[in-house]
């Protein structure tokens, strides 16, 4: 990890005339760190992105990376390289060209261009491609060249903007285990912008959890998924999405669907209304939980391992079951689901997460 | 199994077959309209010139079978050699200034900034005015006493009194160049605006994020990516001005000393004025193959036709 570099932004804003996108962001990265941002459509992270690689002016704020300041400095000086979504090849030059532009543009020794270009087609294994022109590729070739036009560079920081997202699912698994493997090879700081859940769990040593251009949550994939900050960090990691019932606060628990559940704790003065979340892949069929209640199955669907189960409470609020075991459970069945009051998670009605008192 | 299969698919081949039989018929009604015009428009009219140039062919009386003849003419005919190079000259030269211009035009109206839509309209407004209507403008504009340009010019004390501008060979050209420049422009601009439109803003960022500068962006991914835009553009203005004549015939008239005779003038010449139609046919068909090699080479030079 030689030439891992940090990087920090701070109170950066950006706003496109006098629509806001990104309102004050905080954040530090630290050296070789994989830093996931994901979020809704919309929410800002391509913009952040290209923020830091300098194809966006920052209208408030300091970007610095390395410890230095990078805020107006030109993309080229910023010691990042970026790989696009487009994969944004030179279409008129062949990979070797296309490998070797930066360097050609910032006057480097012939001998060099093509030792680094050589090196790096080495790591992506596209030596063999080296003489082809961008269109001769297929989708998953394109992206390793685009990933080895960024490694040429030998960037402080990889920037990815959902480089995977143009590839089939097939190609997005290997892809996505040759970046992690890039990541460990190389040690650099990447921050990498995506919509797939699983690249963001598998990937990252942190996620940062973006809404309307503000940080919901920083924190390992572990601690997003377990300790979800909001209600909104909850429904946004995980798949299927957590389960959201409405209830009320109970001494020592809470009830909902006319059942109360002891949960050890008084997540606030009872009577409260309060969301209640319970993610598909914590209920289990059966009442081998603390907690159990009846529901009924309106349809399902079977993905070979799992079992999803659409299935509603007495009171008419819809709730999604991870089946795992092999019984077939079929449509319009009553079922008794139980759970672990410990996975179950309150949410305020403003939407922040109501801390157990341990 | 696969013969039960075979069976049905063998006998549905026969109706796809005739199917596309019809369609390549109707394939052909489409284009019929396009082809009857440039039979009647462009094949015959040259063939039926092809025929002329083999003639002695005068306005009145029989036309009388040369061979040859016309043909061979050309070789020891100055005047002739004098309208090519005078053509060439103004070919180079107005292709050059044309594009001088439009380039920083097309640039400079290819980015969404406030009045973009302004300037575009302003700049291409001059297209759509006739180029023998564009003339007769600027022959007044640069007429000695009641013009624009004489007044202007003597009031800055550029010239002591009033000049005219046509008069002199450098002048009358210079402003002729100034006044298809001032037409063509927009058009060039627009073209070349196309082009420049065409390629996406991802590969201008990862170029800037690799470290080309502004002037290295344009040399190494603008330019080679607008091929074929400037291909187009450019085979439009050589031909556009090979083909000069308005400007000629309405601003000078042939110019100073008669040197302002473009190769169309002199076609124009031999043909309605000396009445000469055979050796105007012949000329005609010589510049056409002028005008063929011209854009081949340009093509070539551009490299249309490889793909990507
Ligand atoms: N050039 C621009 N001018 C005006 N608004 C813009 C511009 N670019 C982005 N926006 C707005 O900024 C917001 C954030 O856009 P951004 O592209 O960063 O979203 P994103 O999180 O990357 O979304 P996605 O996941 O769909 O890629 C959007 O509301 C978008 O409409
Ligand atoms: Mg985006």
């Not at chain 1, 006057?107 to 269109?135: M, Q, S, Y």
């Not at chain 1, 959201?244 to 606060?249: D, N, Q, Y």
């Not at chain 2, 043909?71 to 060439?88: E, G, H, P, V, W």
Request: charged share 20%.
């Amino acid at each position: 990890m030689a030439n891992a570099t940090g990087m920090a932004l701070r109170q950066v804003r950006k706003s496109f005339g006098s629509t806001d996108v990104i309102h004050g962001i905080d954040l530090d990265v630290q050296a070789g760190e994989f830093v996931v941002f994901v979020g809704p459509s919309g929410c800002g992270k391509s913009t952040l992105l290209r923020m830091i690689a300098g194809l966006e002016e920052v209208t408030d704020g300091e970007i610095s990376i390395g410890g230095r300041d990078v805020t107006d400095l030109d993309p080229s000086q910023r010691g990042i390289a970026m790989v696009f979504q487009s994969y944004a090849l030179y279409p008129h030059m062949s990979v070797r060209d296309n490998l070797g532009f930066g360097l050609k543009m910032a006057n480097t020794p012939k001998a060099e261009v093509e030792t680094r270009v050589a090196a790096a087609a080495k790591i992506l294994k596209i030596e063999p491609l080296l003489e082809r022109r961008p269109g001769q590729l297929s989708g998953g070739q394109r992206q390793r060249v685009a990933i080895g036009r960024a490694i040429v560079r030998k960037p402080d920081v990889f920037l990815f903007d959902e480089p995977l997202s143009n590839l089939d699912a097939e190609l997005r698994v290997s892809m996505r285990i040759e970046i992690a493997r890039l990541h460990k090879e190389l040690g650099n700081t990447m921050i990498y912008v995506t919509h797939d859940q699983t690249e963001a769990m598998t990937l990252a040593d942190r996620i940062v959890v973006l809404r309307d251009g503000k940080i919901e949550q920083v924190g390992t994939p572990r601690e997003v998924y377990e300790n979800p900050n909001n209600i909104f960090v909850a429904g946004f990691i995980g798949s299927p999405k957590m389960n959201f019932i409405e209830g009320v606060v109970v001494d020592g628990g809470v009830a909902f669907s006319g059942r109360t559940i002891g949960l050890g704790y008084t997540p606030a003065e009872p009577g409260t209304a309060v969301t209640i979340g319970i993610r598909p892949e914590h209920i289990e069929v059966g009442d081998g939980g603390e907690a159990t209640f009846s529901v009924g199955v309106d349809f399902s669907e079977y993905l070979g391992g799992t079992q999803y189960l659409y299935a509603t409470l007495p009171d008419g609020q819809s709730l999604i079951i991870e089946h795992r075991e092999n019984s077939d459970i079929g449509r319009d069945t009553s079922l008794t689901v139980s759970c672990d009051p410990g996975r179950i998670e309150v949410f305020s009605a403003t939407g922040s997460r109501i801390g157990r008192q341990r | 199994m696969s013969m039960t299969i075979a069976t049905p698919l063998a006998a549905a081949d026969k109706p796809r077959r005739r199917a596309r039989k019809s369609r390549q018929w109707q394939g052909l009604l489409y284009i019929a309209p396009a082809i009857i015009l440039v039979t009647i428009f462009f094949v015959i009219p040259v063939l039926f010139t092809v025929w002329m140039s083999f003639h002695n062919w005068p306005l009145l009386g029989q036309p009388s079978w040369i061979g040859l003849d016309n043909y061979i003419r050309m070789f020891s005919d100055t005047r002739f050699a004098a309208a090519l190079s005078f053509t060439a000259y103004y070919t180079v030269i107005a292709t050059i200034a044309i594009f001088a211009l439009a380039f920083p035009l097309a640039l400079f109206v290819q980015n969404e900034r406030r009045g973009v839509s302004a300037y575009r309209t302003i700049f291409f407004l001059p297209v759509v005015v006739g180029l023998a209507t564009a003339s007769l403008l600027w022959v007044w504009l640069a007429n000695v006493d009641s013009g624009l340009f004489s007044p202007i010019l003597r009031a800055f004390g550029v010239t002591g009194r009033s000049a005219n501008l046509l008069a002199t060979f450098n002048n009358a050209f210079a402003t002729i160049i100034v006044m298809v420049v001032w037409k063509i422009v927009g058009f060039t601009m627009i073209i070349l605006l196309t082009g420049l439109q065409s390629i996406p803003s991802d590969l201008i960022e990862a170029a800037r994020i690799d470290g080309a500068s502004r002037w290295q962006r344009f040399r190494f991914l603008t330019l080679p990516l607008m091929r074929r835009t400037l291909a187009l553009a450019l085979i439009l203005s050589v031909t556009g001005s090979v083909l000069a004549f308005d400007q000629f015939y309405i601003m000078t008239s042939g110019g100073p000393q008669n040197r302002m005779i473009s190769v169309v003038y002199y076609i124009f010449n031999q043909s309605f004025v000396s009445f000469q139609l055979g050796y105007g046919s012949a000329l005609s068909i010589v510049l056409l193959g002028i005008l063929v090699a011209l854009s081949v080479v340009q093509l070539w030079l551009l490299r249309v036709g490889d793909e990507k």
